[in-house]
Structure formats: structure tokens, C-alpha cells
């Protein structure tokens, strides 16, 4: 079993920033890829980015150019979010899938970009 845990949301004015932390743990070595999806009331959890274990980073089209995922070890993931906007709002998920594709996910951390 994988435990994930987030830090690092909270309020922020528009054109703010923020930096989101998840620190795993338990069968961290299973591990593959690590990443990010936020879930906005009334609406489906989306994708936000994606690292794997070897460095390769995917990027949905609202995060290109304002948000960068990081990835320092095995079980730590990263997500540096600048210029937010109000549309950022959202609980960020941080989510690990390991090499047999088990999908695990954290407790999540609110971000609210007021306006």
C-alpha cells in the first residue's frame, strides 16, 4: 500500500502563487509515475500534470506555461502553480500509479484564487 499526503493549498489572489507538496509512503518503490488532478465543485477530476519515474512530464493545456511538476525522489512530487486564476479553484489531488497500474491518491489540499 502507498500513502500519499499533501500540503501546500490554501487562498491566494488572482495572478498569485502557489506550491503543492505530496510526500508518499508504505511500497513507495512500486512506484511509477506521480501527478497532479484537481476536482472543482460540480465538475469531473481533471488532469493537471504528470511525472514519471524517469523524468518525463505531461501537462494538460489550462497548466502549460503556469504550472511546473517536480519530482526530487521516488516518493515526493511537486507542483509549482503561478499566475492562478480564479478558474483554478479547485481540491488538488495528488495521485501515484505504480509499475502494476494501482492508482492511489491523497486526501487532496483546497485551492481558492479569489479574484
Known amino acids: 500500500q502507498v500513502q500519499l499526503v499533501e500540503s501546500g493549498g490554501g487562498l491566494v489572489q488572482a495572478g498569485g502563487s502557489l506550491r503543492l507538496s505530496c510526500v508518499g509512503s508504505?511500497?513507495?518503490?512500486?512506484?511509477?509515475?506521480m501527478g497532479w488532478y484537481r476536482q472543482a465543485p460540480g465538475k469531473q477530476r481533471e488532469l493537471v500534470a504528470v511525472v514519471t519515474r524517469g523524468g518525463t512530464t505531461n501537462y494538460a493545456d489550462f497548466a502549460k506555461g503556469r504550472f511546473t511538476i517536480s519530482r526530487d525522489n521516488v516518493k515526493s512530487t511537486y507542483l509549482q502553480m503561478n499566475s492562478l486564476k480564479p478558474e483554478d479553484t479547485a481540491v488538488y489531488y495528488c495521485?501515484?500509479?505504480?509499475?502494476?497500474?494501482?492508482?492511489?491518491w491523497g486526501q487532496g489540499t483546497q485551492v481558492t484564487v479569489s479574484s
Open positions: 495521485n501515484a500509479v505504480s509499475y502494476s497500474r494501482l492508482n492511489y
Open positions: 508504505g511500497t513507495i518503490f512500486s512506484i511509477d509515475s
